[in-house]
């Protein structure tokens, strides 16, 4: 089949086929692609989060490769679970697009899936093709504790220090370079096509006491503000624990940015940001940004930079514009 | 907070409230909305499908109010599950919409979600909710097999026969319908607004001991086509079977289509068809409508109706142009 033949020439089947590819299901997956629905073994609860990639919203295609893009939609799928402490193990995939996108487009893609997939260790269960105006991406991710308890947001508590596993500011970097028609510096354009999600860390955050857990995906500040919320703590980062990256740094001063609103409110790379009963508990892979105290008065729960109200704006809806 | 206010202008927070509502989680639900990610207790392997609705493709907000839309995206995926035998006990809704919709759409569309998850009896565990410029609903089911083992689509044996739970070509001929402009017989167009999935049925089919079994999502020949190449084995149904509901006559005569052609090939009504060992395995509620018997040389695996091969037409093609 020519891969420039469009999803409309080809059908429903050939775009289930190209984004399958040669599937060989781990030892969990009971019931692969094919049926009316997937069957997984999990052993005791089943962990779940889904989110969703629009066309324009929050990839473009002159930004990423197919690939890219696939790999994101598991990426930052797999992130939410990982914020729980839990193992990802399946995903089922909704995919819509128009008939026009060519069967290259699609196989590119279902590449990219399968990369990710086994990157994060997870199995391709099924889903769902069907036609729309935008490229849209559904990920539903499942996964299991393994005996643990998840890890929620709400555990934090005083005296606890507040530890981070990976990037922060780089995807919002690589955002700010590709708004002004620029593709470099790459390494910061890279991480906005696809973040590098710590896989494994949330686990063995669970493991070492971790007392709460988010997912970094929509910037420190506003992400350890959920978490502070939550919990009912004060979290208060200290700026002294960032180093600006040379990249960041070269983005912030050809954007005229301060290289601290990046690393600080940056979103979209999906680091983990945990608590844990003090430094002696942080895992390898871990370090500490922050430190947990009771909400008073005149500070009440949520965060502060350096002992003072963060403001120097950040945190991101998803119904207002692209910042 | 003003019903005509816009999703752009209320933000994230709020619609997430909008389609939540007062939720009583169930027992199972261990942790619901709010965290990175649900978590869900289940007996055993989990079983999961999911189901993607898009804005003029799947339903028209001319001809479908918000609240049938959401009720639609749920049905339609724990019709998956109960094709498997399975019992669906939770959801997470991925809900992607322009940022001028009002709140007021939300509002319906969350009650409508609520009230078909009663119906069916699952939680919604959570979700996505992102800007677009179609609305997209993507519904992720989960649910469990209590102890059984799934009711696949290739368990057919030559001798067993084909029961039908539930309506075919109801919803189509809804669509003819509406496709005219005509908004009677209102029974066939509700249909099509929201399928009567026959809750429970799959569960029970499967304690019977059906060996396969589908959700009719596409038509019956076309479903069956399905059933029987998995199985490797002939269908033939019996048009005698067949009542002609009254409402199907009066679209058939209107439209000049034939009335048999809604029945065996209308999608969209989300009955299962399932194989059992006999008429005296087929559970109450269900009809036998088909006979299965082993392929020949001159008669292959696939569908036959009344022992020939059927010329109508039917299938859906999901990149193809809406039939």
Not at 34 to 47: K, M, R
Not at 147 to 170: E, F, K, M
Not at 174 to 179: D, K, T, W
Not at 228 to 241: E, I, K, N, T, W
Request: aromatic share 4%.
């Amino acid at each position: 089949m020519s891969a420039a033949a469009t999803l409309g020439e080809i059908g429903e089947w050939a775009v289930i086929e190209a984004l399958i590819g040669d599937l060989t299901p781990a030892a969990d997956v009971l019931l692969g692609p094919g049926d009316d629905a997937a069957v997984l073994a999990v052993d005791g609860p089943v962990v779940t989060s889904v989110d969703v990639l629009v066309e324009n919203v929050h990839f473009k295609l002159g930004w990423s490769d197919p690939g890219d893009i696939a790999r994101k939609a598991i990426a930052v799928n797999v992130a939410d679970l990982e914020a729980m402490g839990a193992r990802a193990t399946g995903i089922v995939v909704g995919f819509s697009a128009p008939p026009q996108l060519q069967l290259r487009w699609v196989r590119e893609f279902g590449a990219g899936l399968r990369q990710e997939c086994a990157a994060a260790g997870v199995s391709l269960l099924g889903g769902d093709v069907t036609r729309s105006r935008d490229i849209t991406v559904s990920v539903t991710v499942l996964g299991g504790l393994d005996g643990r308890p998840p890890v929620r947001r709400s555990g934090a508590r005083p005296g606890d220090v507040v530890a981070l596993c990976g990037r922060t500011g780089w995807a919002a970097a690589g955002l700010a370079v590709l708004q002004r028609g620029f593709r470099s510096p790459r390494a910061v354009v890279a991480a906005q096509r696809v973040p590098e999600v710590p896989y494994g860390a949330g686990a063995r955050a669970a493991l070492a006491g971790a007392t709460a857990m988010i997912d970094v995906s929509d910037g420190l500040v506003g992400d350890l503000g959920h978490l502070a919320s939550a919990s009912a703590v004060v979290v208060d980062l200290h700026r002294g624990a960032f180093e600006v990256p040379e990249p960041l740094q070269a983005v912030a001063a050809a954007t005229g940015a301060d290289p601290y609103a990046l690393l600080l409110t940056g979103g979209e790379d999906h680091a983990l940001a945990a608590t844990f009963p003090g430094a002696a508990a942080v895992p390898a892979g871990w370090r500490v940004v922050a430190t947990v105290s009771a909400p008073t008065v005149e500070q009440p729960a949520g965060v502060m930079v350096d002992g003072a109200p963060w403001t120097g704006g950040g945190g991101f809806d998803h119904f207002g514009p692209r910042s």
